[in-house]
């Protein structure tokens, strides 16, 4: 079983709605992170959490919110989505102790478009 | 905010063929990481790198760190058809701090 997982891998919704990503691990780890991804301009992140009830905005964090309300579990919400919402969205966890404090494991990724 | 740059944006090569890519930024790093992105998948931690001047190998990758801490390089060696995907550096200018990722080099390797 995957380590980092996503639902659901592929949304097409409409503007104007509510939409929530999910994302688990179980690897244990205490850090989370949103990134979006959009061709040529690589990941960008949008929340991240040090811990449960532990958030913090990344670099394009607006219209977006998360929550994260135990440590395996990190939801990325849109309240009301637009089309320039429309991207791949990547979770991913780190483990700030030990070696590979550094190290990101990513989710497989949730296509998201926005009609 | 802080940008990284990545050349080439993508290039195609015949199979057995070596690559070398790069990163830079104006601002100075204190981790690389390199990452591969398979289609249809997150990516996958590759190399880190966390001084100045270091050469660290994973089998037929190897990668480097640039003694400005400005910029680090990717080699493959002797590419094969699953090398094909994205490569992403990504840069932590100091401890603690979240990573700026490039926009990545997309290879393509041919028969």
């Known amino acids: 079983d995957a380590d980092v997982t996503q639902t659901p891998r592929n949304r097409i919704t409409k503007t104007g709605k509510r939409i929530m990503l999910e994302c688990s691990q179980t690897?244990?780890?205490?850090?989370m992170y949103w990134y979006r991804q959009d061709p040529g301009l690589g990941l960008r992140l949008i929340y991240y959490?040090?811990?449960?009830?532990?958030?913090n905005k990344g670099e394009i964090s607006d219209g977006y919110s998360v929550s994260r309300q135990a440590q395996a579990k990190f939801s990325l919400s849109l309240e009301s989505a637009i089309p320039n919402q429309t991207a791949l969205y990547f979770c991913?966890?780190?483990?700030?102790?030990?070696?590979?404090?550094?190290?990101?494991?990513f989710g497989p990724g949730t296509r998201l478009t926005v009609l | 905010g802080q940008q990284l740059n990545q050349s080439p944006q993508s290039m195609f090569i015949q199979e057995g063929e070596d690559v070398s890519m790069n990163c830079t930024s104006s601002?100075?790093?204190?981790?690389w990481l390199w990452y591969k992105q398979d289609p249809g998948e997150g990516p996958v931690l590759l190399i880190a790198?966390?001084?100045?001047?270091e050469l660290t190998s994973n089998g037929r990758l190897t990668a480097q760190f640039g003694i400005t801490r400005k910029d680090s390089f990717l080699n493959i060696s002797a590419s094969i058809p699953s090398d094909v995907g994205i490569y992403f550096c990504?840069?932590?200018?100091?401890?603690?701090?979240?990573?700026?990722f490039g926009p990545g080099t997309r290879l393509s390797v041919l028969p």
């Open positions: 991913a966890t780190s483990d700030s102790s030990g070696l590979t404090y550094n190290e990101q494991f």
């Open positions: 690897k244990g780890h205490d850090r």
């Open positions: 959490s040090f811990d449960v009830k532990d958030i």
């Open positions: 601002s100075i790093f204190n981790t």
């Open positions: 790198l966390y001084k100045a001047g």
């Open positions: 990504a840069g932590q200018r100091n401890y603690g701090q979240n990573f700026v």
